[in-house]
């Protein structure tokens, strides 16, 4: 996390490219939420609220897409870091 707050995303580091290389971003955090996972149990989990550059691509839907990736490092920007822990009801 501290890399990415400070240099921002890099797509280097996608080594999983489901849809081709980048970086992805929903646009619905549940989506994000099922790759999270604690360093430990009972710790918080942490995701990114990020403004993604227009002229991204939408991947899983060409009409209403979900799913967004950008190879370019400056194609999003970190803008909120979130805690919360997964087990909360």
């Known amino acids: 996390m501290p890399q990415i ?3 921002g995303f890099d797509p280097s580091y996608n080594v999983r ?3 081709g290389p980048g970086v992805y ?7 994000s939420s099922g790759y999270m996972f604690a360093s430990r149990p009972g710790e918080p989990t942490f995701m990114f609220l ?3 550059l227009m002229g991204t ?3 899983d839907n060409h009409i209403g897409p979900g799913i967004f ?3 370019h490092a400056d194609g ?3 803008r909120y870091m979130i805690a919360f822990h997964k087990e909360a009801r």
């Open 57 to 59: 691509k939408g991947v």
């Open 5 to 7: 707050i400070v240099n």
């Open 25 to 31: 971003f929903a646009n619905k955090a549940q989506y």
């Open 69 to 71: 990736t950008t190879v």
């Open 17 to 19: 490219s489901v849809y």
């Open 76 to 78: 999003a920007f970190p």
């Open 50 to 52: 990020a403004d993604v």
